[in-house]
C-alpha cells in the first residue's frame, strides 16, 4: 500500500478537502451507535476527533503509520476529556484483534490505498470484528482510474512566508481500477524551493461492481449513505 500524503502536508490539505464534508455527512449515518466505532486509517485524527464530538462511542482508532499516530496522540493529548474514550491502534487492518466486536466501523480516504488482493483479505476480518446489525462505512468515488495525465497543481496553501504546493500526475493506468501516481510536495518561499519531496505509488479505484460483489461475498448487505460514501451493514 502506498500513503501519497507528506505528513507535514498532511492536515493543510485535507482540512481543505474532503474532511469539512465528511464532518457533515458522517455523524448522521451513525446516529444510533452508542457503544464502539472502528476507525481505519485514522491518520493524524482529523476525522477522529469528530466523531467523538458527535457520538458517545468509545473510538478505536487504527494508523499503522508511527509519524500519522505521533500527530493523532497530539491532538488527543490537546483534548484531554478524549483520552479515556479513544484508544490508538499501531496495526495494520489485517492484525486487527479486539476483545469484542465494534457497532460501527468508518474508512475515510482509504480504499485507494487497498489493492485487490489486500481488500479479499480484509473484508472477511472487518466482518468478524462487527457486530450483526453493525455499520461499515467508507469514502467513495466511482467511475475506475483516471487516465494518465501530465503534472498539475491540485492544492496550495500559505503558512508564514511558506507555501505548501501539492501537485500530481497519472503516470499510467490500467483502465480497470489500478493507476501509477506521482505526487511532489514543494515548500517554497517566493521562487525559492525550501523543501520538496516526491511519492510514486499505484492507487486503486474499484467499480461499484467490484465493491459490491467483495462485500455481499464477505456478507454485508447494502445500506442507505449520502452521496461520496458507501454503508454496508451485517444481517
Known sequence: MTDFIALPFYDLLHENAHVPEIREKLPPLLAGVRRSILEIGAGTGLITTSLADRTPAEIFALEPSAGMRGVLLSRLTARPELLERVTVLPCDALG??????????????????????YRARLWPVLAAHLEPGGLLVFTWRDGGPPAPGPMRELDSRRVGRHTYTVLSEIIESDGEEACKARYLYRITEGDRVVDEQEIVGHAYRPSREVIEKELTGAGFTRADAPEGLLAWRLP
Open 96 to 117: 486487527l484483534d479486539l476483545a469484542e466486536p465494534v457497532e460501527a466501523m468508518v474508512m475515510i480516504n482509504v480504499m485507494y490505498a487497498l489493492e485487490p488482493d
